[in-house]
Structure formats: structure tokens, C-alpha cells
């Protein structure tokens, strides 16, 4: 299904090291005509890193979609009640929030749009990336994957010498992953 002329939540975890791939897919996702609204977990939104500044990030994304950031659990309730997004996308989804979107908690920006989105039975779409994906996160990956509108970005893992457990999406996966989760369907294939 085309992304143009839809509305797309694109929710960002604090998996720094990738936020400059995950950047890079969000100025694709925009140039595909997607009305964007970005979210941003309390962490992400307020930590500043080697990997660049925290209002740096903000600035950008905020930039690249033309919508303000929803950056709390208060500005991402209505996501459900007012039903406005066609489909919602963590990108990238630490291991952190694949274990509360698991297991029903609800304490983060991102996890609760998530809970709203999905009342409505909508999709979501994950593009992981965790340093324990093969260890004790691999039992949320999986039990996400069970889960009738969640749908995962192609992932393998992205060093397997040094980090024999670290799982990471392919984000150049994510506008074709994006497609197939609008129409209820897996990009295959899901481990690359």
C-alpha cells in the first residue's frame, strides 16, 4: 500500500547509535508524501550522547515531519481515542521497550502510543535494535511477533564476533516493511 497521503506515527527509543540511519529513513519516509507525526520516548527526547545532542535530534525531527514532538505519556493518550494515525513505527526499538510492549506496560511515551494505536487494531511496525536480541530478549521479539497488528523490520544481528547477541533492522527496510504492515502483512524475510 502506498504511504502517501497517510498518517504515520514515527516513534524513536533510545538506541543512539542508530539514530542517525533511523534519520536518514524518516527523510525517505517524508519524501513519500506521509503526514509524519514523531515521537520520542522521555530518553530519547532529553539525553545527550556521543552520538550527538539531544535538541539536535529534536530540531531535525521536528524538521523533517513538520509536526511538534509528542514526547509524553499525557501527549500520546489520545493517539487511540482520536484514532488519527494509519499506522505507528519504533524505529529504533530498544530491548527495553520490546520487553513493556511484551508484556502490557505502559509508562513511556512511545509504549503508550503503541497501546493506543493498537486499540484500534491498527498496525505497528518495530525495527529493533538491542544488544541482547539472541539472549534474554529474544523471548519479547517472539512473543511480538505472535501478536495479530505488530509487524517487525527485516533484522539479523550486526556484529556477530564482538556482540554475538545484538540484534539491529535493516532501517533501509522500513518504508517496504511500512507497506506490507498497511496491508496486515510481514515483510519477508523477517531475519536477514
Known amino acids: 500500500m502506498e504511504l502517501k497521503g497517510k498518517t504515520v506515527g514515527f516513534a524513536m527509543t533510545g538506541s543512539f547509535c542508530t539514530f542517525s540511519r533511523v534519520i536518514s529513513q ?23 550522547t556521543r552520538f550527538g545532542k ?3 535530534f529534536r530540531t531535525k525531527l521536528e524538521m523533517i515531519c513538520g509536526n511538534p514532538i509528542i514526547k509524553s505519556v499525557r501527549e500520546a493518550e489520545p493517539i ?10 519504533i524505529a529504533p526499538c530498544t530491548g527495553n ?7 502490557g506496560i505502559t509508562d513511556t511515551s512511545v509504549t503508550m502510543a ?14 529493533v535494535s538491542t ?53 496486515y502483512r510481514q515483510l519477508q524475510p523477517v531475519l536477514c
Do not use: W
Open 26 to 48: 524518516l527523510e525517505n519516509l517524508s519524501a513519500t508524501g506521509a503526514n509524519i507525526f514523531p515521537i520520542m520516548s522521555e530518553t530519547a527526547y532529553g539525553t545527550d
Open 54 to 56: 539531544a535538541e539536535d
Open 80 to 89: 487511540g481515542p482520536k484514532s488519527f494515525l494509519d499506522l505507528l513505527i
Open 97 to 103: 521497550t520490546l520487553a513493556k510492549l511484551a508484556n
Open 114 to 127: 503503541a497501546k493506543a494505536h493498537l486499540r484500534g487494531a491498527k498496525p505497528v511496525l518495530i525495527a
Open 131 to 183: 544488544n541482547d536480541g539472541l539472549g534474554n530478549a529474544a523471548k519479547n521479539i517472539g512473543a511480538l511477533l505472535n501478536y495479530k497488528s505488530i509487524f517487525l523490520v527485516p533484522f539479523g544481528q550486526d556484529d556477530y564476533i564482538k556482540k554475538p547477541n545484538s540484534l539491529v533492522a535493516d532501517m533501509t527496510q522500513i518504508i517496504p516493511a511500512a507497506e506490507c504492515a498497511l496491508d
